[in-house]
């Protein structure tokens, strides 16, 4: 399977047979490519400097397999600005990883992709719930008002509103 331009960039001495060419050793030269230390890589994507070293050396062993592992080379390529395809590609004829397959949409409707989805931690969109806390506001602060008797005889209309002012 041919590699794609990015990649094959990533490593002009790719004919050379003492380099390895693996998707760690990519990993890694575009990450010296752009600069970067391992422990800023590892800072930045929330991932253990073992498991950015057993990914670069390729040990498998010490790294999740399946989607976790799919999940960390796409959040390195692209914080590396790389084809993410071309690297899970590469994963998946290294490691043996299957591809996600995509959801199916119901009657042509558009699926939601993953930067649509709220995510952990992100509070979901609930106005009534502002509403709720508001009212309960404005009736304590009423309730308020009236014991300090800053609301005027004229406007407690009750017989017991009347009854909490002092």
Not at 8 to 17: F, G, V
Not at 91 to 116: E, H, I
Not at 117 to 128: D, F, K
């Amino acid at each position: 399977m041919n590699e794609p331009s990015l990649v094959r960039e990533a490593r002009p001495e790719a004919d050379d047979p003492s380099l390895p060419s693996g998707i760690g050793a990519t990993l890694r030269r575009l990450r010296e490519a752009k600069n970067l230390s391992p422990a800023e890589v590892s800072a930045r994507l929330k991932f253990s400097g073992r498991q950015l070293e057993a990914l670069e050396t390729e040990q498998w062993d010490r790294l999740p397999g399946g989607m976790s592992l799919r999940g960390f080379v796409k959040n390195y390529a692209r914080y590396l600005d790389a084809d993410v395809d071309a690297l899970l590609t590469m994963l998946d004829n290294q490691v043996g990883t299957a591809p996600v397959a995509k959801p199916a949409t119901l009657n042509g409707a558009q699926s939601l992709g993953p930067s649509d989805l709220p995510l952990q931690g992100e509070p979901a969109n609930r106005p009534w719930g502002w509403l709720v806390v508001i009212l309960i506001l404005l009736f304590v602060a009423g309730f308020y008002a009236i014991d300090r008797g800053w609301i005027p005889d004229s406007w407690l209309v009750f017989d017991w509103l009347k009854s909490l002012k002092k």
